[in-house]
């Protein structure tokens, strides 16, 4: 079990470009989640997958935002046209058995000149 | 809707001290889980402590416990003989019992440790 990762780490952009992350959850976690951290806040949460199946999205997740979890195991997070506003960092947790403890990746930091 | 508050934008300690950190949340819903996670700088959350709201015992793990007030939707953690690598943001987080389990995060406090 190699926890949760994310690629990549850093990815600076100029504003109007289109990024994509990826996040692999701990093997056999079944939910995927994204949430979204800015400087000195508490993360907000985006969306989350049951297996491939996207369930739920945050209101902040403008259409802008399109998220995948194809065969169920990784999943990306697509921003289209950055906007300034979207600097932070996306954090990608798993969970499996017990549902209800989340277990995070290091995130991606997204800066947008 | 469901809020996490943490009054204590920073807090800081002696190493060796021991430290509460705060955390009020407001829900309506009976069954739900706590957490407190720890977001070292430039280092990724991890699990700290989590209680379940049906028990009334408080959740312990070695050096840090919380104090579950359940009627007062109060969470607070403790940490006893703290220690450098103890420094970091500290997030009170909840979620109850839906369909999904999203967490909602306080906005954090900040530990420091002073040698």
């Known amino acids: 079990d190699t926890g949760v990762s994310q690629d990549p780490r850093h990815k600076i952009t100029k504003r109007g470009q289109n990024v994509t992350f990826r996040c692999d959850p701990i093997?056999?976690?079944?939910?995927l989640y994204w949430y979204r951290q800015t400087l000195g806040q508490g993360p907000e949460f985006l969306t989350y997958f049951q297996n491939e199946a996207q369930l739920e999205k945050s209101r902040l997740l403008s259409d802008r935002f399109s998220a995948e979890r194809p065969k169920g195991s990784f999943s990306t997070l697509e921003i289209q046209r950055t906007e300034q506003g979207d600097s932070a960092m996306y954090l990608c947790a798993s969970t499996g058995g017990n549902q209800d403890t989340q277990y995070f990746g290091p995130g991606t930091r997204l800066t947008v000149l | 809707a469901q809020t996490v508050t943490q009054s204590q934008p920073e807090m800081s300690v002696q190493e060796a001290e021991t430290v509460t950190l705060s955390c009020t949340y407001d829900?309506?819903?009976?069954?739900?889980?706590l957490f407190w996670y720890k977001q070292p700088p430039s280092r990724q959350m991890i699990l700290v402590i989590r209680q379940e709201a049906y028990k009334q015992q408080n959740a312990t793990e070695n050096r840090f416990s919380v104090n579950f007030q359940k009627a007062a939707k109060s969470f607070s953690l403790k940490i006893s003989d703290s220690q450098l690598g103890d420094a970091a943001m500290y997030f009170c987080a909840y979620t109850y019992n839906n369909a999904g389990n999203m967490l909602t995060f306080g906005g954090g406090t900040r530990l420091m440790v002073k040698p």
């Open positions: 093997s056999e976690h079944n939910r």
């Open positions: 829900t309506s819903e009976s069954d739900y889980y």
